[in-house]
């Protein structure tokens, strides 16, 4: 067996165990944060565009947008590519789940904005702005979330001793094969896609 069929067998046997019910639960949350925030910003408009001014300036201020206004794809993937990461390693603090936090704020914010485009009549615009680089990124969001909550939970095992403990370098081990074999390249085709593809599907649109 090559180096790659032992590094996949691993993956996929990771990916059947406990992970499997950690991605279950991280998924639900993402489409109920998706739910909350269309109901919010229903409830108060203004809230769409208070959110959405703060979520453009952090796009702004991370160079996502360059110097004609357009996306850079390099560095939207490394802005989407750093937050997965984060969102991952936040799992090394125990007992806070603040992974969970990540992909609950994403999914409200998504909500907001189709709300938005709904409530406008333009929800046609809102699926061909979302559904081309979302196919991979909103997977890849689940997954990263996962890998932090999957960790925060054996951090917490790790400190009261529990039995279900697993060592963590073994641990560390598997999440990365998600990050590296699964993440990574969903990141990269979800920032290809967003760059290069989404604006030709909303020109049609627009």
Known sequence: MSWI????????????????????????????AILLGAAAAMMDPQLVTRTLGFFMDQIEANGVVDETGKLSVFALLMNNWRAMLFSAAYGFIPFLFLPVISILSNGALLGMLGAMYVA????????????????????????SASCGVCLCLNMCRLVTSSPKRTPLVELVGDLLRVLLLIVLPLTVAAAFMECYVTPVIMGFFG
């Not at 996949?8 to 949350?29: H, M, N, P, T, V």
């Not at 406008?120 to 969001?141: D, K, R, V, Y």
């Open 5 to 32: 069929q032992e590094q996949a067998a691993l993956l996929k046997e990771f990916l059947a165990a406990d992970f499997r019910r950690i991605l279950r639960y991280c998924s639900i949350g993402m489409a109920a």
């Open 120 to 143: 406008e009549g333009a929800l046609p615009m809102f699926l061909a702005g979302i559904l081309p680089h979302g196919i991979f990124e909103l997977p890849a969001l689940a997954l």
